[in-house]
């Protein structure tokens, strides 16, 4: 188990190495000359352009700018944004906003989904059955910020039950609307995926088997029946939770939540390298550990699947 | 039996424990307010996240600007309608052209306690002006006499401090509207502290403005910041209210839904999405006038068929080939006011009266006219298109401007969209661009000068056309060295009444300021340059 936990660390070092050095290579492929923009319609003079060019490397050919970047990390600096802010204060002061929002979505739509995706599977067929299969439906197929937009306006603006924007009050009680719009957008699949998979453990032998025993229902469906469902479950939840830490750019956006997404915007537009770059790949980082968690949790779920060498 | 457990709490810990963490940290969520208890006539507004640490001359930006012009005083400061008024000056008297005397008022001092004197601003305004030191405004000390773009100068030779309180600036040209630029952030004092670090010094500013940052960690970056009143002002600027929070918003449109649902008082810019709506949702609190920013397209002359004779007819019939009205008010909702000039309403000596202004009105006939006058010169041939950045929302005027042009003169026309700002402007300043491009200009100070100055006289910053014309530079350079302010704007109305002949820009509207506010604040004026005198509002 232990080496199995430090060859997958271990993968994380090409990755990161391959993803910087694509990502690098696309910023720096961006036509366009980010100093310049820094004055908007106005013209920059020359020799100011130039300096400020110099200080952050951008006069020098795309391989040193990286080995430069690449040295930087393994001193622990992330280089700096055009603002002279430090990239790795930019991402401190980001990530767990962003972080506390993914959480707080996941768990929603996770709780959501166990209960009614099994409920579903044991009234299968019945009014209540189609009635949750037309309410998944719906949250799947309508875009996120249609659904961020109305829920701001009705429950934010209108009947003021949440504030709509989130802006400084960003901490765990804050985040409740958006949070809630991400559970949306993700919480369809994951019902259907616990009724689909609740379903087929339903039929197995040893569920009829534990019947027989005279084993309650209340400790079969939970024990037995929801624990060997899990497994596809917990894969969605985690990938889910990885599309949740990069993708809320348009949620982030709408409701000013000071985060991730938002800074990555702005930062693309700035083609500021350092700032891109490592948002990138400490997602990228992010991910290759969510799916090590979860591969790990299988053994936990189904000790059948196990890690031995 | 025990396996079970540790199986189902191990997925339940994604799930249980963070409903669990919100319970628990929820209870404290009212804490990060930033409210700071010192009045409740705070009043809250918009604002956008500072790109450079808050250094004067280090600021370009609007969301910068808006907070260092109320926490620092300059010489001078302007009014709503963009007339001058002495800050820290007491006097500031225009000796020729090219030299002015600077005398400011005693005994005025900075939050920290240290006395304002010559030397804050002699020092700020050298540190400004440095090459090495890369600061983005620093071109605004280029007329000061000593200034090189060749090598760093530590101090420049056209600052000379007479006594504690006065000091001389000498310029390199001739330049009577330099007193004028003096209110622009650029030319704020800094304090001594400044100078022992200035980066940080740029996240915890100290100034000698009406408004003071509420605590050294004031601003949380983007978040917001909030002022508190400055008890040691003394100036024009008085604070009517406790306090500024001013909060930092990634869109517009999530500044409008908080100003609807009460939680903003002040927004200074209406999103697109609710031009439509505004008026009706805000009763009468809104505004909608012009500001000091022009936009155009540039032509340059090195394309095929617009140089010379040829070109300058080609310019006219395409600028009489758009509906200006029209597009501003099916575009734009009547949020820009169609250009009659170079420059703006809001600017002393503008004019919708100069000779040639008919050039910019829809005029199909007289467009083909000129049109066909050209084509007699040089049969047209290819395409006729302006490139725009798409990320800046200017795709709906850029086809409704192309479709006026190519209807009129029956030719091809159409939009070029470069992905971001970044792309269209290397290919502008770079002179690689083939098409006609987008072009815009926000005043710096309420002068014509500064409309005309940098964007059309020969070899200028900012003239991305390459124009040049010696009359028109002429006419000029005797506006910017004549001590009288009639006089001079008398001559920049002749050196447009050139401009509009030779068209090296074409005009086409003036964007005006949208804002609106709540019920709960009264007093509420938006200034020349878009921004609400923030220190005039009045709440409660």
């Known amino acids: 188990m232990a080496t199995y936990i430090l060859r997958r660390i271990l993968q994380v070092i090409p990755v990161f190495l391959g993803a910087t050095l694509l990502i690098y290579f696309m910023v720096f492929a961006m036509p366009g000359d980010p100093i310049a923009a820094l004055f908007g319609d106005k013209q920059p003079p020359p020799q100011l352009l130039e300096q400020i060019r110099a200080r952050y490397l951008l006069d020098q050919p795309f391989i040193v700018q990286y080995l430069n970047y690449l040295g930087g990390i393994l001193r622990l600096d992330f280089g700096v944004g055009f603002n002279g802010q430090p990239v790795i204060e930019t991402l401190a002061r980001t990530f767990p906003v962003t972080l506390r929002l993914a959480i707080m979505a996941v768990a929603l739509a996770f709780v959501l989904a166990i209960v009614i995706g099994v409920t579903s599977a044991l009234l299968k067929g019945t009014i209540y059955d189609h009635l949750m299969l037309i309410v998944a439906l719906l949250f799947v197929a309508v875009p996120v910020f249609v659904v961020a937009f109305a829920a701001q306006f009705f429950l934010g603006v209108q009947l003021g039950w949440f504030k709509p924007t989130v802006g400084a009050d960003n901490d765990w009680g804050g985040l409740w609307l958006p949070a809630i719009v991400l559970a949306f957008s993700i919480y369809a699949t994951m019902m259907r995926l616990t009724r689909a998979s609740t379903i087929e453990t339903l039929q197995q032998d040893w569920v009829r088997t534990a019947y027989g025993k005279g084993l309650s229902r209340s400790r079969i469906i939970p024990v037995h029946v929801l624990r060997n469902s899990m497994i596809p479950m917990v894969t969605d939840t985690a990938s889910q939770f990885g599309v949740l830490m990069v993708g809320a750019t348009v949620t982030e956006g709408i409701f000013n939540v000071p985060g991730v997404g938002n800074q990555l915007y702005t930062a693309i537009i700035k083609h500021e390298t350092p700032t891109v770059v490592s948002f990138v790949t400490i997602f990228v980082v992010v991910y290759v550990l969510i799916n090590l968690l979860v591969d790990l949790l299988y053994g936990l779920l189904d000790p059948r699947i196990r890690y031995v060498k | ?540």
């Open chain 2, 1 to 540: 039996m025990k396996r079970n457990k540790v199986a189902l709490s191990g997925v339940a810990l994604l799930g249980l424990g963070g409903i669990l963490l919100a319970g628990c940290a929820s209870g404290d969520g009212g804490s990060s307010d930033g409210g700071n208890g010192a009045g409740d006539a705070i009043v809250t507004t918009n604002g956008t996240e500072p790109q450079n640490p808050l250094i004067p001359t280090n600021t370009n930006e609007v969301g910068g600007g808006k907070i260092l012009d109320s926490i620092f005083s300059g010489l001078i400061s302007y009014n709503a309608d963009g007339s001058v008024e002495n800050e820290v000056a007491e006097s500031i008297t225009v000796d020729s052209p090219t030299q002015l005397t600077v005398k400011i008022k005693e005994g005025l001092t900075f939050t920290d306690g240290e006395e304002v004197t010559a030397d804050n601003f002699i020092k700020a305004w050298n540190y400004g002006a440095a090459l090495d030191n890369q600061q983005l405004s620093s071109y605004f000390f280029e007329d000061i006499e000593g200034f090189s773009w060749d090598e760093n100068v530590e101090e420049l030779s056209g600052l000379q401090q007479v006594d504690d309180y006065t000091f001389t600036i000498t310029l390199n040209k001739p330049a009577t509207d330099f007193a004028q630029r003096l209110g622009y952030s650029a030319f704020y004092p800094l304090p001594d502290v400044a100078f022992e670090d200035m980066e940080a010094f740029g996240e915890s500013p100290i100034g000698n403005g009406p408004y003071k940052l509420a605590s050294e960690d004031a601003w949380v970056h983007d978040e917001g910041i909030s002022l508190v009143v400055n008890e040691d002002y003394e100036g024009p600027r008085e604070p009517q209210n406790d306090g500024l929070d001013i909060r930092f918003y990634a869109s517009q449109d999530a500044a409008y839904a908080d100003l609807l649902s009460g939680e903003l008082d002040v927004l200074d810019q209406i999103p697109e999405a609710a031009l439509e709506t505004y008026q009706d949702e805000l009763g009468d609190n809104w505004v909608n006038q012009p500001a000091a920013i022009f936009q155009s397209f540039t032509i340059p002359e090195y394309l095929p068929h617009f140089e010379g004779e040829e070109g300058v007819l080609r310019r006219q019939a395409i600028s009489m080939a758009i509906n200006r009205k029209e597009i501003t008010e099916v575009i734009f909702q009547g949020t820009r006011t169609p250009a009659s000039d170079f420059t703006s309403p809001v600017i002393d000596g503008w004019s919708e009266e100069l000779e040639g202004a008919e050039v910019l009105e829809y005029n199909p006939e007289r467009a083909q006219e000129l049109w066909a006058e050209a084509d007699a010169i040089s049969p047209w041939e290819g395409s006729f298109q302006i490139a725009y950045n798409s990320d800046g929302g200017h795709q709906g005027w850029v086809d409704a401007v192309t479709n006026s042009i190519a209807g009129t003169l029956g030719i091809d026309a159409s939009g070029a969209p470069y992905p971001d700002f970044a792309g269209l402007r290397e290919q502008v300043t770079n002179r690689t661009i083939t098409t006609a491009f987008r072009t815009g200009w926000q005043a710096d100070y309420p002068g014509l000068y500064n409309f005309l100055g940098p964007l059309y006289a020969t070899n200028a910053g900012s003239n991305d056309g390459d124009y040049s014309n010696p009359e028109f530079d002429d006419l000029l350079s005797q506006g910017i060295s004549s001590a009288d302010p009639a006089e001079a704007n008398e001559l920049f109305q002749q050196a447009q009444e050139i401009l509009l002949q030779d068209l090296p820009a074409t005009p086409l509207w003036y964007s005006n300021v949208t804002g609106g506010w709540a019920d709960t604040v009264d007093n509420v004026e938006f200034g020349w340059n878009s921004v609400p005198l923030h220190y005039n509002i009045t709440k409660g």
